[in-house]
């Protein structure tokens, strides 16, 4: 009875901090994020109950690592308060050996573990999986979200987009440099003088509208000296957004996002 008396005191001395420190750590996690989803929110017009969304679906992946930072925490704080009180000088005194010290943080530690190995084989690779569909949603209704001028952004399946003005609030830009190589034997580079993103949520469909440019490539197959160049007025290029979170059949899924079974599926 006095043993268990024991352990209920030492597992609540722990918990307080465990608690605390989980909540801080997380937060401080959080924060790298939390200024560019809130740049989401007030400079692109993003609604907030889709910026919460993305907050919830990274909380899994912080856990991971928070959970056993917060645990050793506690378990630092606890006995260190009992040590500089005395009360361990004191319980030795009156029969308690360091197993019965120990007993409690062990008892403890097994869900903490548990909870951990779940975190991290199961709800980090759905969570991660569920952000980027999310991601991906955004960008589908608010195509210019993704965007950023005077970068180069390799999230369009095949393509890569670089522009040197970009207005966030219309989607519109001044110019773009596009290299396209979703035809292998043709890979291309287009150059437009202004471009705007035009997307449909309804059918999922994300297309980027070039007005005033030229498309460059030098087909395979064909002599080393051949080389094409077409100019135009108005071109449109197909981002190849358009894609379902069950079967995920347009994009890769990346190494987060598998599961313990997918990975041995992927490395077999």
């Excluded at 679906?57 to 925490?73: Q, R």
């Excluded at 999922?204 to 197959?221: A, C, D, Q, V, W």
């Amino acid at each position: 009875m006095r043993s268990w008396r024991l352990y209920i005191y030492i597992i609540r001395e722990t918990l307080t901090p465990f608690a605390l420190g989980l909540c801080v750590l997380t937060a401080v996690l959080l924060l790298g994020r939390m200024l560019r989803l809130i740049e989401m929110v007030i400079n692109k017009g993003v609604p907030a109950s889709e910026t919460a969304k993305l907050f919830l679906y990274l909380i899994p992946s912080f856990l991971t690592l928070c959970l056993p930072l917060a645990f050793l925490l506690g378990i630092i704080l606890a006995y260190g308060r009992l040590s500089s009180d005395g009360e361990i000088i004191a319980l030795k005194a009156t029969g308690f050996s360091a197993t019965n010290l120990i007993a409690p943080t062990i008892m403890l530690s097994i869900p903490v573990c548990l909870l951990t190995a779940m975190m991290s084989l199961y709800l980090q690779p759905l969570s991660y999986h569920a952000f980027r569909n999310q991601v991906f949603n955004i960008l589908n209704s608010r195509a210019h979200v993704g965007l950023q001028e005077r970068v180069f952004i390799d999230e369009f399946k095949g393509l890569v987009l670089y522009t040197n003005n970009l207005d966030e609030r219309s989607g519109s830009m001044e110019g773009v440099f596009i290299q396209d190589g979703r035809v292998a034997d043709q890979p291309s580079i287009i150059l437009a003088r202004r471009g705007r993103l035009l997307s449909d949520p309804e059918s999922r469909t994300l297309n980027l509208r070039l007005e005033e440019g030229s498309i460059h490539r030098t087909p395979e197959g064909q002599m080393s000296q051949t080389y094409q160049t077409i100019g135009f007025d108005r071109y449109d290029v197909n981002l190849n957004m358009d894609q379902q979170p069950e079967s995920d059949s347009s994009r890769t899924m990346k190494d987060k996002e598998l599961s313990l079974e997918d990975l041995r599926q992927r490395i077999a």
